[in-house]
C-alpha cells in the first residue's frame, strides 16, 4: 500500500494569486496523479504527472494553469495559477504502484477557497 | 453522455437493508473495473476491484456485465457504519474515471 500526504490541507486565498501544492509518497510508485473535486461532484482528473517530464494534461485543463512538478517517483506538486473563486476546490493527489488494474492510492485532499 | 453514470440517490435505507447500487459505462475498451467509497470531507478509498466472474468480499458483492457496459454493487445486512458516497470507477487508457457517486445513509 501507499500512504499519501499533502501539504497544505486548506487554503484560503486571493484572486489573482497562486498556490502550490505539495504531494508526498512513501514509497515509490510508477503513476502519481492530480485531481479536483468540485463541491457535490465527482472526481475529475486534471493530470497524470510525469517523473522528470512534462505532465500530460486532459481535456479543459492547460499547463499555464495547472503547472505541475515531479522531480522523483515519490513527490510531486501542483500549482493553481492565478486564481479565481471557480478554482474553489478539493484538489487531491493519487499514485499507484501499477497498471490501471492496481489499487490507486489517494491523498487526503487540499480544500481550497478563492476569495 | 458521461463516461460512467451513476444514480446520485440519495439511497436512505433502515439497518438490516439490502440495498443494490447500478453503474454504466460507455467505453467498450474499458479493462478494470472499481468500487471505491467516499466517506464525508475524506478521500476516495478502494472498496473492491469487480471481475467479469462477480465477486464477493463479505457483505459486499460486486457484477460486472461487460456485454451491457453496467456493474452493479450489492450490500447486504447494511449497518450504520456504510453510510458513504459509493464511487463506480472505469479505468481507460490507464488513467481512472470516476462515477459522480451514489450516496447511501443507513437510518437505525
Known amino acids: 500500500s501507499a500512504v499519501i500526504s499533502q501539504k497544505p490541507s486548506r487554503d484560503i486565498c486571493q484572486r489573482g494569486t497562486s498556490l502550490t501544492i505539495q504531494c508526498q509518497v512513501d514509497?515509490?510508485?510508477?503513476?502519481m496523479f492530480w485531481y479536483r473535486q468540485q463541491p457535490g461532484q465527482s472526481l475529475t482528473l486534471i493530470a497524470t504527472a510525469n517523473q522528470g517530464s512534462e505532465a500530460t494534461y486532459e481535456s479543459g485543463f492547460v499547463i499555464d494553469k495547472f503547472p505541475i512538478s515531479r522531480p522523483n517517483l515519490t513527490f510531486s506538486t501542483l500549482t493553481v495559477s492565478n486564481m479565481s473563486p471557480e478554482d474553489s476546490s478539493i484538489y487531491l493527489c493519487s499514485a499507484r504502484a501499477g497498471t490501471a488494474a492496481d489499487t490507486q492510492y489517494f491523498g487526503p485532499g487540499t480544500r481550497l477557497t478563492v476569495l | 453522455r458521461k463516461e460512467v453514470e451513476q444514480d446520485p440517490g440519495p439511497f436512505n435505507v433502515p439497518e438490516g437493508a439490502t440495498v443494490a447500487f447500478n453503474c454504466t459505462y460507455s467505453?467498450?475498451?474499458?479493462?478494470?473495473f472499481f468500487w471505491y467509497r467516499q466517506d464525508c470531507r475524506k478521500e476516495p478509498k478502494l472498496l473492491m476491484s469487480v471481475y467479469s466472474s462477480g465477486n464477493e468480499d463479505g457483505r459486499f458483492t460486486a457484477q460486472l456485465n461487460r456485454a451491457s457496459q453496467y456493474i452493479s454493487l450489492l450490500i447486504r445486512d447494511s449497518k450504520l457504519s456504510d453510510s458513504a458516497t459509493y464511487l463506480c470507477?472505469?479505468?481507460?487508457?490507464?488513467?481512472?474515471?470516476f462515477g459522480q457517486g451514489t450516496t447511501l445513509q443507513v437510518k437505525p
Open positions: 467505453n467498450s475498451a474499458s479493462q478494470s
Open positions: 470507477v472505469v479505468s481507460g487508457e490507464g488513467k481512472l474515471i
Open positions: 514509497s515509490q510508485v510508477t503513476m
